[in-house]
Structure formats: C-alpha cells, structure tokens
T-cell receptor, first 114, second 117 residues
Framework: AQSVTQPDIHITVSEGASLELRCNYS??????LFWYVQSPGQGLQLLLK??????LVQGIKGFEAEFKRSQSSFNLRKPSVHWSDAAEYFC????????????FGTGTQLKVEL | DARVTQTPRDKVTEMGQEVTMRCQPI?????VFWYRQTMMQGLELLAY????????DSGMPKDRFSAEMPDATLATLKIQPSEPRDSAVYFC???????????????FGPGTRLTVL
C-alpha cells in the first residue's frame, strides 16, 4: 500500500522568502502525486498534480513541484511567499488503477511572517 | 461555478444521538469520497463510491457509521449512535472518474464540523 510522509508539521517563513515543503512517498511503481492546500475553515483545493512526463510541474498561485524518483520525493516550492499563502498543505499519492482514491500526508502548517 | 455542497456546516449534538451529514457532488461527477479530519489522525478516508456503488468503506467503523448514495445528486454519512470521539470535520469530495485507471482531481466541499458532547 502507498504512503506519504510530510516531515515538517509547521514551517514559518517571512513574506517574500522562498518556500519548500517536503513530501516523501512510498509506492512500488510510479505514483500519481498531488499537492492540496487548505485555508482555515475551508475544504482542500488542488494546487498541482504529477501523472507522468516532465518532472517539474507548475500549479496555481505560483507553486511548482518536482518529482524525483530516486529520492521518492515530490517537494512543493514557491520562489516568493505571500501572506495569503498561510494555510495547511497536504501531499497525496494515488495508486495506478486505484480509481481516484488518494492517500494523504499529515499536512504541513505554513505560517507567514510579515 | 460548480461546487460540492455539504450540509449542515456545523452540528453540535449529544452523545447517543443520530447524526446525518449530506453531500451534493458536482453534477456529472461519478466518484464521491467521505473523509474525516482530526488533529490527531489527520485526513482519513472513510468511504468511497463510484457510480453510486460503494467501493471501499474499510476506513469506516461499521458498527456505528453508514454511508449511502440514494441517487447521483446526494451522498449521506450517518452516525448512530454518536460518541464524543466522532467529533471532527467531515469532508465530502467528488470527482469525474470515467475509468478506474484514470485519475482526476477530487473537488472538496467545505466540510461539516461535528461536535459530540
């Protein structure tokens, strides 16, 4: 069965600084990988996804993520963080043939200091 | 602007009472997911429907939880009897999944915050 690890529970960055959120997955084949964002009191919104092809994927709100098979990682990055990016971020993995079912990581809470 | 809707948004009840949460998936979506989110356990998948048929409810406590899709526009999650440990935010998500091997985005509703006293 697949699993996801987000090693950082909380991260604080200054507005304008760069951001990298870590995600490691465990799966026997090439997985489907996702990053979702959850603002307070809201549901989850998809930021970006990786299915195949180019290992650097672009998402909404200026986010990008890079799939590194050798490291089993799918880290999320943003070059310059805005105060509105403060939220909780979830990495998720889906198994091929799994019919849209996802396994989520425990999330990383991002705080942005002004 | 198509959205997943969930009712109620907030529910406070007493232990032992029945709780029913409702979800209206996005029109045309054929997969529906129920998740539970708590501080301790994070986001857990409770049940998963495809074309209204339950495919996976292994994450759901069977003795007190039940999930159904009476029609394509309504999914329900019921807890009977409720217990304080059921206090959580329950999310519904829907997606378009024409084939099992095809992945598409899950769209999440705003959640139902359940408090069992």
């Amino acid at each position: 069965a697949q699993s996801v690890t987000q090693p950082d529970i909380h991260i604080t960055v200054s507005e304008g600084a760069s951001l990298e959120l870590r995600c490691n997955y465990s799966y026997g084949a090439t997985p489907y990988l996702f990053w979702y964002v959850q603002s307070p009191g809201q549901g989850l919104q998809l930021l970006l996804k990786y299915f195949s092809g180019d290992t650097l994927v672009q998402g909404i709100k200026g986010f990008e993520a890079e799939f590194k098979r050798s490291q089993s990682s799918f880290n999320l990055r943003k070059p310059s963080v805005h105060w509105s990016d403060a939220a909780e971020y979830f990495c998720a993995v889906g198994a091929r043939g799994g019919g849209n079912k996802l396994t989520f990581g425990t999330g990383t809470q991002l705080k942005v200091e002004l | 602007d198509a959205r997943v809707t969930q009712t109620p948004r907030d529910k406070v009840t007493e232990m032992g009472q029945e709780v029913t949460m409702r979800c209206q998936p996005i029109l045309g979506h054929n997969t529906v997911f129920w998740y539970r989110q708590t501080m301790m356990q994070g986001l857990e998948l409770l049940a998963y429907f495809r074309n209204r048929a339950p495919l996976d409810d292994s994450g759901m406590p069977k003795d007190r939880f039940s999930a159904e899709m009476p029609d394509a526009t309504l999914a329900t999650l019921k807890i009977q009897p409720s217990e304080p440990r059921d206090s959580a935010v329950y999310f519904c998500a829907s997606g378009s999944n024409p084939l099992a091997e095809i992945y598409n985005e899950q769209f999440f509703g705003p959640g139902t915050r359940l408090t069992v006293l």
